[in-house]
C-alpha cells in the first residue's frame, strides 16, 4: 500500500518537478531580462530628472572655475542612497570635476560631438551601476557633458527576493497539491475497491436499479457510481465466463439427452413428483368411421414438453378436447401415453362449450394472444370470457392439487392460457415448485396494460417459483411490466422479483426440439425428393419450397405468399420450374379472426396461382389440413428452401425441426428477424417478412445458392439446434428449480433450528 501511494504520488511530483526546472531556467531569466529593462528605463528618466536639476547651476559655476560650488553641488546631490558619484568631463574628454566616490575606471565615458543622453550599464567591484553623460549647454555652446553613475545592486536584491519568494510560493504549493493527489487518489482507491469488492459479492450486479425498482422497495445498497458502469460491465462478463467455464466443467453445458435428464431428475429431485399443465393435451382421441385414432396436436408446446415428459414419467394434465377422449380415459380421467409405448400419465380436465368459449376462444385467443403478438390484430376482452378464465384456471389448479402426492411437488405450468393457476396452486401448496413457462412474446409494458386485468395476471404469474420466457427481451418486458403495474421490489441483474414476502426468479429458457435419433427406416433425401414430386405431379427436378403452420395471422403466411409472388415476377425463368408447398393446420377455426384469414390466405393462393400458373403447373400448393409426423419429414427433406416468416413469434420450432430434418445438410432456411429462433440461427437468410422484395430476393438466393454455401450454413446450424435441445431448455429450467428447493430446504432447517433454540431459552 505504502509503495503504491509513493508511486502515485511520484506520478505527481515528477510533472511538477518538470514545471519547476522549465521554470528556474526559462521562465525566471526572461523575468530578470523583463524586470531589468523596467529599471533601466526607470533609471534613465531619473538620470534625466537630476541632469535637469544640476544644469543651471552648472551652467553659472562652471564658466567662473568654482571648483568648490561646484564640488559642493555634487556632493549634495549625491546625498540621494541611489546617485553613487557625479561627474563632469570638458569637450575633449578630461574629467574637471567629480564627486568624491567618482570610480576611477569610469573617467570620461564618452566624449560625443553632439548633445542627448548616452547611457549603459557597467559591472564594477561594488556591483552593477547604470552610467548616464548628458550634456550642459550656456546658450548654443556645449560646456561639455555630466556623467551621473547610478547603483544598480538594488536590482539584482530585489530579483533574488522575488525569485525565493517565487520558488518558496511554489515549493509549498507543490507539497499541497502533491498531498492532495496523495488523499484523493488514497480515497479514490478505497472507494474503487469497495465498489470491485462489492461487484464480485454481487451486490452491484444485482442490487436495484431505479429503472425497475418501484418506490415501495426497502431501501437497498446504494446505486453503483457512473464510473463504475463501464468496469461492472467487464466484471459481469468476466463473471458469467468464469460461471459457464465451471459449468463446463460439470458437464452442466454438455450435451442434454433424454438420459441425462432423467439422471438429473433422480439426482437433483429425486423422487419428487413432476406435474405439468397445459391446455393442449399431447394426444387426442378422436371417433372416425375407422373406430377410435389417436393424434398429436400441431403445436410447438406439445413438441417441446411431450419430449421432456417422456424423459422424466410423471402426470400431464390438459383439456380433454377430443371427440373420443372421455371413451379412453380410466375411473381417474388417466390415459397412460404415448399410446405405442406409456411412459407417463395423462390426465383430462373436462370443460364445458361455455367454458371453453370463454376461457379459450375468448380471453386466452381473443385477448392475451394478439395482446402479446405485433400482429396488428386487436385484442378483444370481454368479462364473461374473463369470469370463465378465472373459473377454468381455478379447475386446473384444483385437478393439480389433486394429483399432488406430496406438499411440495414440481408444478410446470405452460403458456397463457394459466397465468392465474400459479398463485392458486401456491395458496394450496405452499412448499411447491412452480416453474411458469410463457411459450408467446411478452409485450412491451405499454401494449400490456391495454388488458383490463393487467394487475391480476400479473399476481397470478407471480405465484410462480420460477418464470420463462424465451428470449432475455422477453423477460426484460415482464420485469418492466411489473414494475409499472405492481408494488413489487425487483432486482434486474439478479432477475428475481419479490412480491408478498415470496420470491420469483425470472429467466429466459430458449425452447427447442428433441434432436431426432438415428432411425434407419427413414427414408433417404433422394428418396422423399422423389416421393413428394411425384405426389404432387412434378418433375423430379422442379425446386420446392416448404413451409409449415398452424393456420395463424401471426405466422406471416400472406407476407409469404407476396415474397413467393414478387420472385416470380423478379425471375420470370423460375415459373414453371419452382412451386411453394404450405403446410397449415386448421387452428383456432371457430374464431372470425381465424376463419376471415384462412378465407384470405386461400384468396391469395388462387390468385397467384392464376396469374403464374399454367396447366398442371401451380406456384404455391396449399395444404391446409393436419399432417402425419412422418410427411412432415418427408416435406422437410425434400425441399430447396424452408421459409419461416412469422410476424412475431415466440421461437418457432418448424424452423429448428427443418434443420434437424436434413442430415444432408443441404436446404436453406430462410426466418424471418422476429422470431426467436432468428437469436440463435444465424446461418439461416434472416428477413424482415413485412419487406416484400427482402423475402423475395432471399427466397431467390436460397434457391440458386451454391451446394458448398447450403452445406456450410446447414452444418453450423445443426451442430448448435442437436447442443442447444429441448433436454437442455427443461434440464436448465429444473437444474435452477433443484437450487432453490436445496435453498428453501436449508432455511427451513435453519428456522426450525433456531425456533428449537429459542423455545429452550437459548
Ligand atoms: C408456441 C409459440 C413457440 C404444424 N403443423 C403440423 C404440425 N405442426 C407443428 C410443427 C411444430 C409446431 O406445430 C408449431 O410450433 P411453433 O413453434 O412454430 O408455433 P406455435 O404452435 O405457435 O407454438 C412458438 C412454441 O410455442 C414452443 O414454445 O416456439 O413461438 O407460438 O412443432 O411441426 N405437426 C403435425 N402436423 C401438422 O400439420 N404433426
Same mark, same amino acid.
Given at each position: 500500500?505504502?509503495?503504491r501511494s509513493?508511486?502515485?504520488?511520484?506520478?505527481?511530483?515528477?510533472?511538477?518537478?518538470?514545471?519547476?526546472?522549465?521554470f528556474a531556467?526559462?521562465v525566471?531569466?526572461?523575468?530578470d531580462?523583463?524586470?531589468?529593462?523596467?529599471?533601466?528605463?526607470?533609471?534613465?528618466?531619473?538620470?534625466?530628472?537630476?541632469?535637469?536639476?544640476?544644469?543651471?547651476?552648472l551652467?553659472?559655476?562652471?564658466?567662473e572655475?568654482d571648483?568648490q560650488?561646484?564640488?559642493?553641488?555634487?556632493?549634495?546631490?549625491?546625498?540621494?542612497?541611489?546617485?553613487?558619484?557625479?561627474?563632469?568631463?570638458?569637450?575633449?574628454?578630461?574629467?574637471?570635476?567629480?564627486?568624491?566616490?567618482?570610480?576611477?575606471?569610469?573617467?570620461?565615458?564618452?566624449?560625443?560631438?553632439?548633445?542627448?543622453?548616452?547611457?549603459?550599464?557597467?559591472?564594477?567591484?561594488?556591483?552593477?551601476?547604470?552610467?548616464?553623460?548628458?550634456?550642459v549647454?550656456?546658450?548654443?555652446?556645449?560646456?561639455?557633458?555630466?556623467?551621473?553613475?547610478?547603483?544598480?545592486?538594488?536590482?539584482?536584491?530585489?530579483?533574488?527576493?522575488?525569485?525565493?519568494?517565487?520558488?518558496?510560493?511554489?515549493?509549498?504549493?507543490?507539497?499541497?497539491?502533491?498531498?492532495?493527489?496523495?488523499?484523493?487518489?488514497?480515497l479514490?482507491?478505497?472507494?474503487?475497491?469497495?465498489?470491485?469488492?462489492?461487484?464480485?459479492?454481487?451486490?452491484?450486479?444485482?442490487?436495484?436499479?431505479?429503472?425497475?425498482?418501484?418506490?415501495?422497495?426497502?431501501?437497498?445498497?446504494?446505486?453503483?457510481?457512473?464510473?463504475?458502469?463501464?468496469?461492472?460491465?467487464?466484471?459481469?462478463?468476466?463473471?458469467?465466463?468464469?460461471?459457464?467455464?465451471?459449468?463446463?466443467?460439470?458437464?452442466?453445458?454438455?450435451?442434454?439427452t433424454?438420459?441425462?435428464?432423467?439422471?438429473?431428475l433422480?439426482?437433483?429431485?429425486?423422487?419428487?413428483?413432476?406435474?405439468?399443465?397445459?391446455?393442449?393435451?399431447?394426444?387426442?382421441?378422436?371417433?372416425?368411421?375407422?373406430g377410435?385414432? $389417436?393424434?398429436?396436436?400441431?403445436?410447438?408446446?406439445?413438441?417441446?414438453?411431450?419430449?421432456?415428459?417422456?424423459?422424466?414419467s410423471?402426470?400431464?394434465?390438459?383439456?380433454?378436447?377430443?371427440?373420443?377422449?372421455?371413451?379412453?380415459v380410466?375411473?381417474?380421467?388417466?390415459?397412460?401415453?404415448?399410446?405405442?409405448?406409456?411412459?407417463?400419465?395423462?390426465?383430462?380436465?373436462?370443460?364445458?362449450e361455455?367454458?371453453?368459449?370463454?376461457?379459450?376462444y375468448?380471453?386466452?385467443?381473443?385477448?392475451?394472444?394478439?395482446?402479446?403478438?405485433?400482429?396488428h390484430?386487436r385484442?378483444?376482452?370481454?368479462?364473461?370470457?374473463?369470469?370463465?378464465?378465472?373459473?377454468?384456471?381455478?379447475?386446473?389448479?384444483?385437478?393439480?392439487?389433486?394429483?399432488?402426492?406430496t406438499?411440495?411437488?414440481?408444478?410446470?405450468?405452460?403458456?397463457?392460457?394459466?397465468?392465474?393457476?400459479?398463485?392458486?396452486?401456491?395458496?394450496a401448496?405452499?412448499?411447491a415448485?412452480?416453474i411458469?413457462?410463457w411459450?408467446?412474446?411478452w409485450?412491451n409494458?405499454?401494449?400490456?396494460?391495454?388488458c383490463?386485468?393487467?394487475?391480476?395476471?400479473?399476481?397470478?404469474?407471480?405465484?410462480?417459483?420460477i418464470?420463462?420466457?424465451?428470449?432475455?427481451?422477453?423477460?426484460k418486458?415482464?420485469l418492466?411490466?411489473?414494475?409499472?403495474?405492481?408494488?413489487?421490489?425487483?432486482?434486474?441483474?439478479?432477475?428475481?422479483?419479490?412480491?408478498?414476502?415470496?420470491?420469483t426468479?425470472?429467466?429466459?429458457?430458449?425452447?427447442?426440439?428433441?434432436?431426432?435419433?438415428?432411425?434407419?427406416?427413414?427414408?433417404?433425401?433422394?428418396?422423399c425428393?422423389?416421393?413428394?414430386?411425384?405426389?404432387?405431379?412434378?418433375?423430379?427436378?422442379?425446386?420446392?419450397?416448404?413451409?409449415?403452420?398452424?393456420?395463424?395471422?401471426?405466422?406471416?403466411?400472406?407476407?409469404r405468399?407476396?415474397? $413467393?409472388?414478387?420472385?416470380l415476377e423478379?425471375?420470370?425463368?423460375?415459373?414453371?420450374h419452382?412451386?411453394?408447398?404450405?403446410?397449415?393446420a386448421?387452428?383456432r377455426?371457430?374464431?372470425?379472426?381465424?376463419?376471415?384469414?384462412?378465407?384470405?390466405?386461400?384468396?391469395?393462393?388462387?390468385r397467384?396461382?392464376?396469374?403464374?400458373?399454367?396447366?398442371?403447373?401451380?406456384?404455391?400448393?396449399?395444404?391446409?389440413?393436419?399432417?402425419?409426423?412422418?410427411?412432415?419429414?418427408?416435406y422437410?427433406r425434400?425441399?430447396?428452401?424452408?421459409?419461416?416468416?412469422s410476424?412475431?413469434?415466440?421461437?418457432?420450432?418448424?424452423?429448428?425441426?427443418?434443420?434437424?430434418?436434413?442430415?444432408d445438410?443441404?436446404?436453406?432456411?430462410?426466418?424471418?428477424?422476429?422470431?426467436?429462433a432468428?437469436?440463435?440461427?444465424?446461418?439461416?437468410?434472416?428477413?424482415?417478412?413485412?419487406h416484400?422484395?427482402?423475402?423475395?430476393d432471399?427466397?431467390y438466393?436460397?434457391?440458386?445458392?451454391?451446394?458448398?454455401?447450403?452445406?456450410?450454413?446447414?452444418?453450423?446450424?445443426?451442430?448448435?439446434?442437436?447442443?442447444?435441445?429441448?433436454?437442455?431448455?427443461?434440464?436448465?429450467m429444473?437444474?435452477d428449480?433443484?437450487?432453490?428447493?436445496?435453498?428453501d430446504?436449508?432455511?427451513?432447517?435453519?428456522?426450525?433450528?433456531s425456533?428449537?433454540?429459542?423455545?429452550?431459552?437459548?
Amino acid at each position: 500500500m505504502i509503495v503504491r501511494s509513493l508511486r502515485m504520488s511520484l506520478r505527481f511530483i515528477l510533472p511538477l518537478a518538470l514545471v519547476l526546472g522549465l521554470f528556474a531556467y526559462i521562465v525566471v531569466p526572461l523575468l530578470d531580462n523583463i524586470t531589468l529593462r523596467w529599471y533601466v528605463r526607470d533609471l534613465d528618466s531619473r538620470a534625466e530628472l537630476l541632469a535637469g536639476t544640476l544644469r543651471p547651476s552648472l551652467a553659472q559655476y562652471l564658466p567662473e572655475n568654482d571648483a568648490q560650488r561646484i564640488g559642493e553641488l555634487f556632493q549634495g546631490a549625491t546625498r540621494d542612497e541611489r546617485l553613487i558619484a557625479i561627474g563632469f568631463c570638458d569637450n575633449a574628454g578630461h574629467l574637471l570635476y567629480q564627486s568624491l566616490e567618482y570610480p576611477a575606471s569610469i573617467g570620461c565615458w564618452s566624449t560625443p560631438s553632439t548633445g542627448g543622453l548616452y547611457k549603459s550599464l557597467a559591472q564594477l567591484p561594488q556591483g552593477q551601476v547604470h552610467i548616464s553623460e548628458t550634456p550642459v549647454m550656456q546658450d548654443t555652446s556645449q560646456l561639455g557633458r555630466l556623467v551621473l553613475v547610478q547603483d544598480m545592486s538594488f536590482v539584482e536584491r530585489r530579483n533574488t527576493d522575488t525569485k525565493r519568494f517565487i520558488f518558496a510560493f511554489l515549493a509549498v504549493l507543490a507539497v499541497l497539491i502533491s498531498l492532495m493527489t496523495v488523499f484523493v487518489a488514497h480515497l479514490s482507491w478505497r472507494g474503487w475497491l469497495s465498489a470491485v469488492k462489492d461487484i464480485l459479492r454481487g451486490e452491484l450486479l444485482s442490487k436495484n436499479n431505479p429503472a425497475v425498482t418501484t418506490d415501495a422497495a426497502p431501501a437497498a445498497a446504494p446505486a453503483p457510481p457512473p464510473e463504475m458502469q463501464p468496469l461492472i460491465g467487464d466484471l459481469r462478463e468476466l463473471l458469467q465466463e468464469y460461471h459457464l467455464e465451471r459449468q463446463g466443467e460439470s458437464g452442466w453445458s454438455s450435451d442434454w439427452t433424454p438420459d441425462k435428464l432423467r439422471a438429473l431428475l433422480e439426482a437433483d429431485l429425486a423422487g419428487d413428483q413432476v406435474l405439468v399443465v397445459s391446455n393442449r393435451e399431447p394426444y387426442i382421441h378422436t371417433k372416425t368411421d375407422a373406430g377410435i385414432t $389417436v393424434q398429436r396436436p400441431a403445436s410447438g408446446l406439445v413438441t417441446a414438453v411431450e419430449a421432456v415428459m417422456r424423459a422424466c414419467s410423471g402426470t400431464w394434465i390438459a383439456h380433454g378436447a377430443g371427440s373420443a377422449d372421455r371413451e379412453t380415459v380410466d375411473k381417474f380421467d388417466h390415459v397412460p401415453v404415448p399410446p405405442d409405448k406409456p411412459s407417463y400419465t395423462l390426465r383430462r380436465v373436462w370443460l364445458t362449450e361455455e367454458e371453453e368459449q370463454g376461457y379459450y376462444y375468448g380471453f386466452a385467443n381473443e385477448g392475451m394472444w394478439p395482446l402479446c403478438h405485433i400482429a396488428h390484430v386487436r385484442p378483444v376482452f370481454r368479462s364473461s370470457d374473463w369470469e370463465q378464465y378465472v373459473k377454468v384456471n381455478q379447475r386446473f389448479a384444483d385437478a393439480v392439487i389433486a394429483e399432488a402426492k406430496t406438499d411440495n411437488p414440481v408444478v410446470l405450468v405452460q403458456d397463457y392460457h394459466f397465468a392465474l393457476l400459479p398463485r392458486m396452486v401456491r395458496a394450496a401448496l405452499p412448499k411447491a415448485t412452480i416453474i411458469t413457462f410463457w411459450h408467446i412474446p411478452w409485450p412491451n409494458s405499454e401494449s400490456f396494460g391495454i388488458c383490463p386485468w393487467r394487475e391480476e395476471i400479473l399476481d397470478g404469474l407471480l405465484g410462480s417459483t420460477i418464470l420463462g420466457f424465451h428470449t432475455p427481451f422477453h423477460r426484460k418486458n415482464f420485469l418492466e411490466t411489473v414494475d409499472r403495474y405492481l408494488e413489487t421490489r425487483i432486482e434486474p441483474e439478479a432477475s428475481t422479483i419479490f412480491y408478498g414476502g415470496e420470491m420469483t426468479q425470472v429467466e429466459d429458457y430458449p425452447i427447442s426440439i428433441a434432436w431426432p435419433e438415428d432411425n434407419p427406416e427413414q427414408p433417404d433425401v433422394a428418396i422423399c425428393r422423389a416421393q413428394i414430386r411425384a405426389e404432387l405431379g412434378l418433375p423430379f427436378d422442379h425446386l420446392l419450397g416448404i413451409g409449415v403452420d398452424r393456420l395463424d395471422y401471426t405466422k406471416g403466411i400472406v407476407e409469404r405468399f407476396q415474397a $413467393v409472388e414478387r420472385m416470380l415476377e423478379q425471375q420470370p425463368g423460375m415459373v414453371g420450374h419452382f412451386t411453394f408447398v404450405q403446410i397449415a393446420a386448421p387452428s383456432r377455426a371457430a374464431l372470425d379472426e381465424y376463419q376471415s384469414f384462412d378465407a384470405r390466405v386461400r384468396k391469395m393462393v388462387e390468385r397467384i396461382n392464376r396469374r403464374f400458373g399454367s396447366g398442371a403447373y401451380l406456384p404455391i400448393v396449399l395444404k391446409a389440413e393436419h399432417h402425419g409426423q412422418d410427411d412432415l419429414q418427408r416435406y422437410f427433406r425434400a425441399s430447396e428452401v424452408c421459409m419461416v416468416t412469422s410476424l412475431h413469434d415466440g421461437m418457432n420450432l418448424v424452423a429448428k425441426e427443418f434443420i434437424a430434418a436434413r442430415d444432408d445438410e443441404m436446404g436453406v432456411l430462410v426466418l424471418s428477424q422476429f422470431t426467436g429462433a432468428a437469436r440463435e440461427l444465424h446461418e439461416a437468410l434472416i428477413i424482415n417478412p413485412y419487406h416484400i422484395e427482402q423475402g423475395a430476393d432471399a427466397l431467390y438466393r436460397a434457391l440458386v445458392m451454391p451446394p458448398v454455401e447450403q452445406r456450410e450454413r446447414m452444418k453450423s446450424m445443426r451442430a448448435r439446434v442437436k447442443h442447444f435441445n429441448v433436454y437442455r431448455w427443461a434440464g436448465r429450467m429444473l437444474l435452477d428449480a433443484a437450487r432453490l428447493r436445496q435453498r428453501d430446504k436449508v432455511m427451513t432447517k435453519i428456522d426450525a433450528h433456531s425456533r428449537i433454540k429459542r423455545r429452550k431459552g437459548l
